[in-house]
């Protein structure tokens, strides 16, 4: 691994702004011997500027999914409600009872550990850097695209309609077939049961976002342990694009979600999905449903995996808010009307960097 990427303490003290060529954050930490953080990772945001909150009072609400398939049209009603409750004040929930196997979810880490534990060169052959490449593999220093340099490095597959995975390691691309089809069973339930929550069809979202073409994308983000971890991001403060994003990881915390202007530590309950809204169910809700602002810290103690499968439009649909949400006198449409392709270019591109873009008015040069 040292052969791949030859770097000293020397080096790194000597190079302040750009780094020497570094194919993965993995291979940096693993072949050299510091104490402290390269400076060209430093993130030059203050963390600890905003507040952060652990107050019992605000716990992330959590849904039993099977009382939507198996129960009373009482308790399904009940857990609609609590649907609605959860994306229009949280913008996220914990999942249970969700029928995706524990030992398929611990399957799908280990294997992505053995992807990010490949020899450097060979995952060389998956890098990419267009947001639609169905295969790419990469570190969070890309000058050309990021402006932060982030401490992590990532895999991204697209897994549906069509399903790509690389070829190594052995019995990666079972897994994650097996594993983004489960995901994705979830989240057609919970998509039908958001659409009635809206007051809507219940097959409004699924029809109006084509979402049985809709693109999902299979992504793991690799956190190796970091010597100054206040110094350093994960993953900046965002937003997701697409309709719902599943999370899990390895058991080592670091999400951090946004909630009533203060961060609040995200610890995934034991075999628990975490979904996040995001902006295309805000603009299909025409917000009232607002997707939600998180961001990956970094540890020095131990090394941290989330897997992220983020479910969206079909690439060629036009989303917009629903007409039934989106009166032209008291709630006017909010949004502009985009296809799922164009936003994704634009937000490759940096032109919807910030949230607000997404506005009708501001969207309007597009």
Not at 35 to 42: C, E, G, I
Not at 234 to 250: E, K
Request: with cysteine; proline share 7%.
């Amino acid at each position: 691994m040292a052969s791949a990427i030859s770097l000293d303490t020397k080096t790194l003290k000597a190079s302040p702004v750009h780094p020497p060529k570094i194919t993965s954050v993995k291979a940096l930490v693993e072949s050299t011997d510091f104490s402290s953080l390269p400076s060209f990772y430093t993130f030059t945001h203050n963390l600890h500027d905003e507040p952060i909150s652990d107050d019992p009072d605000y716990s992330i609400p959590i849904i039993d999914i099977s009382l939507l398939v198996s129960s009373t049209p009482e308790e399904q009603s009940q857990v609609i409600h609590q649907l609605n409750k959860a994306c229009s004040d949280w913008g996220c929930f914990m999942v249970i009872n969700h029928g995706v196997s524990e030992s398929l979810t611990k399957a799908m880490i280990a294997s992505f550990q053995e992807f990010f534990d490949l020899p450097e060169e060979e995952k060389k052959e998956f890098q990419g850097n267009h947001v639609m490449e169905p295969i790419r593999c990469g570190t969070g220093f890309n000058p050309s695209i990021n402006k932060e340099n982030l401490w992590r490095d990532f895999l991204k597959c697209v897994a549906h309609p069509e399903f790509h995975s690389p070829n190594k390691p052995a019995g990666f691309s079972e897994i994650a077939l097996e594993f983004s089809k489960r995901n994705r069973e979830v989240v057609t339930v919970l998509l039908k049961a958001i659409s009635k929550s809206l007051g809507l069809e219940e097959s409004y979202i699924d029809k109006a976002a084509n979402f049985e073409l809709g693109l999902q994308l299979l992504a793991a983000n690799y956190y190796p342990a970091c010597p100054e971890p206040e110094k350093a991001i994960g993953i900046p403060s965002h937003y997701d694009h697409g309709l719902l994003t599943i999370l899990v990881n390895n058991g080592v915390s670091g999400l951090q979600v946004k909630h009533k202007e203060k961060w609040f530590n995200v610890n995934i309950n034991p075999n628990a999905l975490f979904v996040q809204v995001a902006d295309h169910l805000e603009i299909l809700s025409n917000g009232k449903y607002k997707s939600i602002a998180h961001r990956a810290l970094v540890n020095n103690k131990a090394t941290r995996m989330s897997i992220a499968l983020a479910h969206g439009p079909s690439l060629d649909t036009v989303i917009r808010p629903a007409p039934e949400l989106a009166d032209n006198e008291s709630h006017p449409p909010a949004y502009v009307e985009m296809t799922y392709r164009k936003f994704l270019e634009l937000q490759q591109t940096g032109k919807l960097r910030s949230k607000f873009r997404l506005n009708s008015e501001q969207c309007k040069a597009f």
